[in-house]
């Protein structure tokens, strides 16, 4: 039976029982600085003082958070808005999309995860037949021959209006967009006239390393989506656009209910103020030394604080989770891959200890 967990505090999950946990989901990733952030709290406590209804006018909490934004995006781009999930936010990029081009169809990549509307799924499934304007193309765990003929091949046929990127596919077992066909991508954009959108959810905010997934690539995309560790936690996922991009009410409707959520934006402008002052790219390089030396004699994808551990046998999934979760580790699993998603600030003696159990506990399950 699954513990119910009742308290968390940094890296760590306390059940009702009084049992602690090693948090290595961090609610799927969004939890990006540790649980209850001191800064974080007194900012959402101090908006929930003066106003947090939504609405279109603008406030000072929207003005700091788009600030706060500004200084972890290329200086080509300018902040768009802020949503309350990542598949909100997608959408919002693809009607963009739509809108800047005039085209309808657009092409995602299997072993994608871009949200859970019909639309957003669709981009990384088979496509539903009434959607015949969304288009897959092979996973990154593909040749990247095959991908790169497969995408010329759609260009050939298709008018497209943006090419979708989760360029690290955490729910595609870690693999990660090549070089070859991220040039061969953006090439083949710039000639056409096709929109690039990169999902960097997970992968932004330093959690592959760098600022952006797409500054390992030295290449920028036409609109970034950002989520996950956003606001540490609080349900909020961001829209990054290049200047000069379409971004207005009439075309675009880019606004909802809950858009710029005083909320949400309190809670941005103090994760990335405290992030700022991290040093992230240090800390992270050294959860990655942690994660390859434990685990890395293993099926090991990812880099930096995003790793995804594959397993033999799907079907033996649950008794591999249930060891980990017995041994005092939390993590996330999908078809025959374990996530890891540590936060930033877990101490490197726990990391290690927790991993050193994730590498027992596959031994003991697997042999």
């Known amino acids: 039976m699954a513990p119910v967990i009742v308290s968390a505090r940094d890296a760590y999950l306390r059940d009702r029982d009084g049992r602690e946990y090693v948090d290595l989901s961090m609610g799927y990733g969004s939890v990006w600085l540790g649980h209850g952030r001191e800064a974080v709290n007194r900012a959402l406590a101090a908006q929930l003082e003066r106003y947090w209804a939504p609405g279109y006018l603008p406030n ?27 598949t909100e936010a997608v959408e919002a990029a693809l009607r963009a999309a739509w809108a800047h081009t005039g085209r309808t169809d657009v092409a995602g990549f299997a072993g994608s995860e871009h949200g859970r509307s019909l639309a957003t799924a669709a981009l990384a499934a088979p496509p539903h037949a009434d959607l015949r304007f969304l288009h897959r193309l092979p996973a990154f765990s593909e040749p990247e021959e095959r991908i790169e003929i497969e995408l010329e091949r759609l260009a050939a046929r298709v008018e497209l209006a943006a090419l979708v990127v989760e360029p690290l596919q955490m729910t595609g077992g870690g693999h990660e967009i090549g070089a070859r066909v991220a040039n061969s991508l953006f090439a083949l954009a710039k000639q056409r006239g096709i929109a690039v959108i990169f999902d960097e959810a997970l992968t932004g905010l330093y959690r592959c390393g760098a600022r952006l997934f797409c500054d390992r690539i030295a290449a920028v995309p036409d609109i970034i989506v950002l989520g996950k560790g956003l606001a540490n936690g ?84 649950a008794p591999f989770a249930a060891r980990i979760l017995e041994a005092g580790v939390v993590t996330s699993y999908y078809d025959r891959y374990v996530r890891l998603l540590p936060p930033l600030t877990i101490e490197p003696e726990v990391l290690r200890r927790a991993c050193e159990a994730i590498g027992k506990a596959h031994a003991d399950t697997f042999g």
């Open 60 to 86: 000072e909490t929207l003005e700091a958070a788009h600030a706060a934004l500004a200084r972890f995006l290329p200086e080509t781009h300018f902040v768009g808005g802020l949503y309350s999930t990542g």
């Open 234 to 317: 609080f349900p909020c996922a961001a829209v990054a656009l290049r200047r000069g991009f379409t971004w207005d009410r009439q075309r675009v409707r880019p606004g909802s209910t809950y858009w710029n959520h005083p909320l949400a934006c309190a809670a941005t402008g103090a994760t990335l103020s405290e992030l700022a002052h991290l040093d992230p790219e240090k800390k992270v390089a050294a959860i990655e030394r942690i994660v390859r030396e434990a685990l890395g004699n293993l099926e090991l994808r990812g880099r930096g604080a995003m790793w995804c551990l594959g397993f033999p046998d799907a079907r033996r999934q």
